[in-house]
């Protein structure tokens, strides 16, 4: 199972970038998809997480800003920022719990990353 990203990248404050992560490979069923971020000298967080049937959770830090979503037939989970800010800097690392073809039980992978960089 490979997750690749895309969509980060330089934008100003007070713009919007949308993130994007798709799952391939023998995959039978993903539960929980979600974004982190990891900023220069901290530790990973969580940013967003979604089920399959659609329930998010956010960080009180992106709630109202960050929308979440997914796409269930394409394996795709989303990620819509606004009104970005220059403490949003960081690499945006996608997850899915993922169930293989073949396995009984659901394990995580991750993206590799993709930076995104608010700055004037």
């Known amino acids: 199972v490979q997750l690749q990203a895309s969509g980060g990248g330089l934008v100003q404050p007070g713009g919007s970038l949308r993130l994007s992560c798709a799952a391939s490979?023998?995959?039978?069923?993903?539960?929980?998809m979600g974004w982190y971020r990891q900023a220069p000298g901290k530790q990973r967080e969580l940013v967003a997480v979604?089920?399959?049937?659609?329930?998010?959770n956010y960080a009180d830090s992106v709630k109202g800003r960050f929308t979440i979503s997914r796409d269930n037939a394409k394996n795709t989970v989303y990620l819509q920022m606004n009104s970005l800010k220059p403490e949003d800097t960081a690499v945006y690392y996608c997850n899915a719990n993922v169930l293989e073809d073949y396995y009984l039980s659901y394990k995580d992978y991750w993206g590799k990353g993709t930076l995104v960089t608010v700055s004037s």
């Open positions: 979604i089920t399959r049937g659609g329930s998010t």
């Open positions: 490979g023998s995959i039978r069923n993903i539960n929980d």
